[in-house]
């Protein structure tokens, strides 16, 4: 009886939808840009059946309002049949190909292959979240002709259901966007909040009053949060550079200011300001403005690189504002965070202005991900003309980084949208996995941005206009760890990049959203000009160091 009920929710089978549902469950089990195991394989498939479903029917519908002649009796029913068999084959044939696929991408990052997909578990679990989405669908439809029902009484039979389909769509997104996302993120902070609140024993209290939340700080330890501490406690040290470097060296000096430090983004980007003075970090060479990601993360390998590269002659402040993952905070708000990311810059960057010119570090901005957006939109032009800073390095920018997309949609021609080329390169640069930044026509300038990507982050090119046209990254040459297999189908690409953008820490280091130890020494010896290391020694202490010191 459940069963029965079940199935009398979904829509009457129509030719073209069988068709665009089959093809876009093929079409799903193709590579993207971050290689897929089974479970999220069979998620990301259903919602592709779902979804050609739904474009076939549309379709369908279309077709009989124009009242275009349609197959009848025994030709019909053999064109089902001949449909139906090449639908079957075409699953079939896409399911037995998928492991190969997945392979081929896994090959490009060093992964190694994975012996099965589990094709009919992947059959089983698209199927099932296809009848869960098309129950959702059938029950929305029946509330819109119950409204559309009601209204008729007092109202004419097409105004009704125009009013009907309306109050419908109202209700869904006021209870999808209204309570499932608020209660959702409601759930997810708290989740992360209490993640944050941990204390690791791989991050025990420091004893150096140089360091935040040691004797003598303006912050307290377990108000530094879970990635605070981390990077407070990670390394090198002043031992650590010396032993690597063969050279005198320095002790990194960090500010970390976590969200439960101060009560609001301006108190907490003075209580940085405040301990950066304390311990001294403005008397070093170097000034790193570094924004975190959401959850409050610095990358240590960009971290560990830059302290090597300048021998521990740097001071880094960092404050958090979140506890989300980037690409969640990224989707629910793309403006999160950019308060505390200009309350940090103005209040850092005052300072360092109000010092004699002879007097100031060199100072630049870095962030990762939802950081590298933060970062770049933490000041303005007319705020800094009168003394710009001296560059920035953003790693992994979000695919709505204004001045990343604005400099790739700008690039020179021949050059591909994965790595751009702007310009005459005196200001800006793009790099990767194999270092490009001394291939510009024109030296640096005074002022200079870098910007690290890898053509296989899907938080850079996720591109919601992917849903109807092909990205132009996807254009050849692609880029070194993009499969050759991946092609664009309007609206399947574009479920694929979603998932991808939610999966793209996946990879190994050195591919997708995973930044490494020896791309961020090219970019941060590109910006600083590394003084007294030779083209050598840089190579020689990214392969001795690239697994940690």
Same mark, same amino acid.
């Given at each position: 009886?459940?069963?029965?009920?079940?199935?009398? #929710?979904? &829509? %009457?089978?129509? !030719?073209?939808?069988? +068709? @665009?549902?089959?093809?876009?469950? =093929? $079409?799903?089990?193709?590579?993207? #840009?971050? &290689? %897929?195991?089974? !479970?999220?394989?069979? +998620? @990301?498939?259903?919602?592709?059946? =779902? $979804?050609?479903?739904?474009?076939? #029917?549309?379709?369908?519908?279309?077709?009989?309002?124009?009242? @275009?002649?349609?197959?009848?009796?025994?030709?019909?029913?053999?064109?089902?049949?001949?449909?139906?068999?090449?639908?079957?084959?075409?699953?079939?044939?896409?399911?037995?190909?998928?492991?190969?696929?997945?392979?081929?991408?896994?090959?490009?990052?060093?992964?190694?292959?994975?012996?099965?997909?589990?094709?009919?578990?992947?059959?089983?679990?698209?199927?099932?979240?296809?009848?869960?989405?098309?129950?959702?669908?059938?029950?929305?439809?029946?509330?819109?002709?119950?409204?559309?029902?009601?209204?008729?009484?007092?109202?004419?039979?097409?105004?009704?259901?125009?009013?009907?389909?309306?109050?419908?769509?109202?209700?869904?997104?006021?209870?999808?966007?209204?309570?499932?996302?608020?209660?959702?993120?409601?759930?997810?902070?708290?989740?992360?909040?209490?993640?944050?609140?941990?204390?690791?024993?791989?991050?025990?209290?420091?004893?150096?009053?140089?360091?935040?939340?040691?004797?003598?700080?303006?912050?307290?330890?377990?108000?530094?949060?879970?990635?605070?501490?981390?990077?407070?406690?990670?390394?090198?040290?002043?031992?650590?550079?010396?032993?690597?470097?063969?050279?005198?060296?320095?002790?990194?000096?960090?500010?970390?200011?976590?969200?439960?430090?101060?009560?609001?983004?301006?108190?907490?980007?003075?209580?940085?300001?405040?301990?950066?003075?304390?311990?001294?970090?403005?008397?070093?060479?170097?000034?790193?403005?570094?924004?975190?990601?959401?959850?409050?993360?610095?990358?240590?390998?960009?971290?560990?690189?830059?302290?090597?590269?300048?021998?521990?002659?740097?001071?880094?402040?960092?404050?958090?504002?979140?506890?989300?993952?980037?690409?969640?905070?990224?989707?629910?708000?793309?403006?999160?965070?950019?308060?505390?990311?200009?309350?940090?810059?103005?209040?850092?960057?005052?300072?360092?202005?109000?010092?004699?010119?002879?007097?100031?570090?060199?100072?630049?901005?870095?962030?990762?991900?939802?950081?590298?957006?933060?970062?770049?939109?933490?000041?303005?032009?007319?705020?800094?003309?009168?003394?710009?800073?001296?560059?920035?390095?953003?790693?992994?920018?979000?695919?709505?980084?204004?001045?990343?997309?604005?400099?790739?949609?700008?690039?020179?021609?021949?050059?591909?949208?994965?790595?751009?080329?702007?310009?005459?390169?005196?200001?800006?640069?793009?790099?990767?996995?194999?270092?490009?930044?001394?291939?510009?026509?024109?030296?640096?300038?005074?002022?200079?941005?870098?910007?690290?990507?890898?053509?296989?982050?899907?938080?850079?090119?996720?591109?919601?206009?992917?849903?109807?046209?092909?990205?132009?990254?996807?254009?050849?040459?692609?880029?070194?760890?993009?499969?050759?297999?991946?092609?664009?189908?309007?609206?399947?690409?574009?479920?694929?990049?979603?998932?991808?953008?939610?999966?793209?820490?996946?990879?190994?280091?050195?591919?997708?959203?995973?930044?490494?130890?020896?791309?961020?020494?090219?970019?941060?010896?590109?910006?600083?000009?590394?003084?007294?290391?030779?083209?050598?020694?840089?190579?020689?202490?990214?392969?001795?160091?690239?697994?940690?010191?």
């Amino acid at each position: 009886m459940i069963l029965g009920a079940a199935l009398r #929710l979904l &829509p %009457r089978a129509t !030719l073209p939808g069988l +068709v @665009l549902a089959t093809l876009f469950f =093929a $079409a799903s089990l193709t590579p993207s #840009l971050v &290689p %897929r195991g089974p !479970l999220v394989q069979g +998620v @990301l498939s259903g919602i592709s059946l =779902a $979804a050609g479903y739904g474009v076939g #029917l549309a379709a369908g519908l279309l077709w009989r309002l124009l009242q @275009l002649p349609a197959p009848r009796g025994r030709w019909m029913r053999r064109t089902w049949a001949a449909v139906g068999g090449l639908c079957l084959l075409g699953a079939a044939w896409s399911l037995a190909l998928a492991s190969e696929w997945q392979n081929g991408l896994r090959a490009l990052m060093d992964m190694p292959p994975v012996d099965d997909l589990r094709p009919l578990g992947i059959l089983a679990l698209s199927l099932a979240v296809f009848l869960i989405l098309l129950w959702l669908a059938r029950g929305v439809r029946l509330l819109a002709q119950v409204l559309a029902g009601q209204l008729a009484r007092v109202l004419p039979g097409p105004q009704a259901a125009v009013l009907g389909i309306a109050a419908t769509a109202l209700i869904v997104w006021n209870i999808a966007n209204g309570v499932i996302v608020h209660e959702a993120m409601k759930v997810l902070d708290a989740s992360y909040a209490a993640y944050d609140a941990l204390l690791e024993e791989s991050s025990p209290r420091p004893a150096d009053p140089l360091k935040s939340g040691g004797p003598g700080s303006l912050l307290d330890w377990e108000g530094l949060g879970r990635a605070g501490r981390e990077m407070i406690a990670a390394g090198p040290d002043r031992a650590a550079i010396e032993a690597a470097t063969g050279a005198s060296a320095l002790e990194p000096l960090r500010v970390y200011v976590g969200l439960n430090s101060a009560p609001d983004p301006q108190a907490r980007a003075d209580l940085a300001l405040a301990e950066l003075i304390r311990i001294g970090g403005f008397d070093r060479g170097t000034l790193v403005i570094a924004t975190p990601t959401g959850t409050g993360w610095i990358d240590p390998e960009s971290q560990r690189a830059l302290e090597f590269v300048l021998r521990g002659d740097v001071a880094t402040v960092s404050v958090q504002y979140s506890y989300l993952a980037s690409w969640i905070a990224l989707l629910a708000d793309p403006d999160y965070g950019v308060e505390t990311a200009r309350a940090v810059f103005s209040a850092v960057y005052g300072h360092w202005r109000s010092l004699p010119a002879d007097r100031r570090p060199r100072l630049y901005l870095h962030g990762l991900s939802l950081g590298a957006l933060n970062s770049d939109l933490s000041h303005d032009l007319f705020q800094v003309v009168g003394a710009p800073y001296d560059g920035a390095l953003w790693a992994g920018p979000p695919f709505d980084s204004p001045t990343w997309r604005e400099v790739t949609r700008s690039r020179n021609p021949g050059s591909p949208a994965w790595l751009p080329v702007y310009r005459d390169g005196s200001a800006i640069r793009f790099t990767g996995q194999a270092d490009t930044l001394d291939r510009a026509e024109a030296p640096w300038g005074g002022f200079r941005i870098v910007y690290l990507q890898y053509a296989s982050d899907a938080v850079v090119f996720y591109d919601p206009h992917a849903l109807w046209r092909r990205p132009a990254w996807m254009e050849p040459p692609r880029g070194p760890d993009v499969s050759p297999d991946f092609r664009w189908l309007p609206v399947v690409t574009f479920l694929q990049l979603s998932v991808d953008m939610m999966t793209a820490v996946a990879p190994p280091l050195g591919h997708g959203h995973s930044y490494a130890f020896p791309h961020y020494v090219d970019a941060w010896a590109a910006l600083t000009d590394a003084p007294g290391w030779t083209a050598e020694d840089l190579e020689r202490l990214k392969r001795d160091m690239a697994g940690g010191p």
